[in-house]
């Protein structure tokens, strides 16, 4: 695919409210005044405040959450196709000693135990990642397509799981501030006819995608063939676009060479984090 980011219709575009993006990591270095953020996982607490100074005051606490059972956003990690194209498993590709597959974990990590699809060469990679903590699915088929592979994910999607991510393995330059980014879209979002959260930029949308549990049903109603984006493309106004400001949510790879690209830019961010 490599880096192909559908285009979107200027009238379903959401533009920037006030000409700033706002976000509780603020993974563009901006910050917005007045602003508060909390959320809450079985991995961590996390609150940010920004006074009305702009003063950031960020606490985060590790540990296990001992209360009532909470709602939780659940990542679907799919790792099952052939990577024909590629020539070696996509989740092994190499990123300076990090598997490309843990790179998507560690993105994910903290807003709920992930689901990992795997299917062509499941057994090599359970040997090379770590894959403990997370709930591992097979797609038997290594023929279909990934939307069989994405309804194999949704079927082991836990009761607690309020919303959940589409989240491809080969979209190995996205962050877990670029996660937290889109999920802060999605909690402060109080238009309740919006039910999936798209990360875009330059008018182009990427990955992951989030979706309220509900629209489970739908995606688990598809027909094997059909897209995912089939249950986007239904009811656009549904949609909310969250903007950012650097490319690499569209960023992913199917050849050597889209690997070699995603290298390139993955030093490159890495130099400026």
């Not at 490599?2 to 603020?26: A, C, I, M, Q, T």
């Not at 279909?144 to 949704?154: A, D, H, N, R």
């Not at 490319?247 to 199917?254: E, F, G, N, Q, R």
Request: hydrophobic letters at 35%.
């Amino acid at each position: 695919m490599g880096f192909p980011g559908e285009l979107l219709p200027h009238d379903n575009w959401r533009e920037k409210e006030g000409g700033e993006s706002v976000s509780p990591v603020y993974p563009t270095g901006q910050r917005n005044e007045g602003y508060s953020y909390f959320s809450l996982s079985l991995k961590r607490i996390q609150i940010s405040f920004f006074s009305e100074e702009g003063e950031f005051l960020d606490v985060l606490f590790s540990g296990l959450y001992s209360g009532a059972v909470e709602s939780v956003i659940t990542p679907i990690i799919l790792a099952a196709g052939n990577s024909s194209r590629m020539g070696t498993p996509k989740a092994l590709c190499d990123f300076e000693g990090y598997a490309c597959l843990e790179l998507v974990l560690s993105a994910s990590r903290g807003i709920g135990q992930p689901i990992v699809v795997l299917g062509a060469a499941r057994e090599e990679i359970q040997s090379k990642v770590d894959l403990s903590g997370v709930i591992v699915v097979v797609n038997e088929d290594r023929e279909s397509g990934q939307t069989v592979s994405f309804k194999i994910g949704l079927r082991s999607l836990p009761a607690s799981s309020e919303a959940f991510l589409l989240f491809p393995v080969d979209t190995p330059l996205v962050t877990i501030e670029d996660v937290d980014f889109l999920v802060a879209a999605y909690r402060r979002e109080r238009d309740p006819t919006k039910e999936i959260f798209i990360p875009s930029y330059g008018l182009r949308r990427g990955h992951p995608v989030l979706f309220r549990r509900f629209l489970a049903e739908e995606i688990l109603a598809l027909r094997d063939e059909a897209p995912a984006r089939s249950v986007m493309n239904l009811r656009p106004q549904r949609i909310r676009h969250v903007d950012f400001q650097d490319p690499y949510v569209l960023m992913d790879m199917d050849t050597p060479e889209d690997y070699d690209r995603c290298l390139g830019s993955y030093r490159t961010r890495k130099r400026k984090r």
